[in-house]
């Protein structure tokens, strides 16, 4: 505060102690109103919520999904939620940028899982067959590689900040699935294409940044440290449940929580 506005709080403040108005009980319409997120929610299943139960519709938005999280947050309010399950890239642009106007200030978005099949490429490891396994995990390698996941990322992430330009964008990664294991190869490796996928995620997020978005990266993987799949306390369903490989609603607060700190 500059010293001149410094010194008129303070005069302000003795007149109305002196007139007997306690400056506490000002009038809620004297006081500056806080700004308010207004919130748009984009992104595959981990954004809609699927396994937090309770669906609200077929994209398998969940009341217990981190964009309903954070609009209990006092100054975030969710005008949108446009993300659904088995989203991709190309659908986030196809048919979810419609959410967004020039009046959007806060976007979340979580996508790129589906891209790269990680659900898919989990499922054919849980099975006997290493070979097919270690075939899932060298073609996604090669995909990520290759830069065409990459591209789609920051092609997504600029054409959200072309349709918000007021609005921050918040990305984030994805958890481990599983438990690190130093005795099942095939965890450590499923473990590595999920750390392959976040790269990629922030990568592309810095490229956005560097052509001028503003937008940031949120990691959760720390957050669920301790709560992948064979642990003693598991966010993540296990098969053969529906919403196998997909957090539980306490994974969910984790994800809130870990949006909240960025905001």
């Known amino acids: 505060m500059k010293p001149r506005i410094r010194f008129m709080s303070c005069v302000v403040a003795v007149v109305l102690s002196a007139s007997g108005v306690a400056v506490g009980a000002l009038p809620a319409g004297a006081l500056p109103a806080s700004p308010t997120n207004k919130y748009v929610a984009l992104g595959d299943s981990y954004a809609a919520g699927q396994g937090g139960g309770d669906y609200l519709n077929d994209c398998l938005q969940s009341p217990s999904g981190y964009p309903a999280l954070l609009d209990a947050v006092k100054g975030t309010n969710l005008l949108r939620n446009a993300s659904c399950s088995l989203a991709t ?33 989990a499922a054919v490891c849980l099975s006997p067959d290493l070979a097919a396994c270690q075939q899932a995990i060298s073609d996604a390698t090669f995909f990520v590689f290759s830069g065409q996941l990459s591209a789609s990322l920051v092609d997504t992430y600029t054409k959200i900040d072309a349709a918000a330009p007021r609005a921050h964008t918040i990305v984030t990664g994805y958890p481990y699935l599983f438990e690190p294991s130093a005795i099942d190869p095939r965890i450590t490796q499923l ?6 996928l976040n790269q990629a995620i922030q990568g592309a997020v810095v490229q956005a940044q560097l052509a001028g978005a503003s937008i940031e990266y949120v990691d959760v993987s720390g957050a669920f440290s301790g709560h992948g799949i064979g642990s003693l306390d598991p966010w993540i369903y296990m098969p053969p449940v529906p919403d196998a490989f997909h957090p539980t609603p306490a994974g969910y607060e984790a994800y809130a929580t870990a949006i909240q700190a960025a905001l």
């Open 89 to 121: 890239t190309d659908d986030v642009t196809d048919t979810q940028l419609s959410a967004l106007n020039r009046g959007t200030t806060l976007v979340t978005l979580t996508v790129g899982g589906n891209d790269l099949n990680v659900a898919g490429i």
């Open 191 to 196: 473990n590595m294409a999920t750390t392959l």
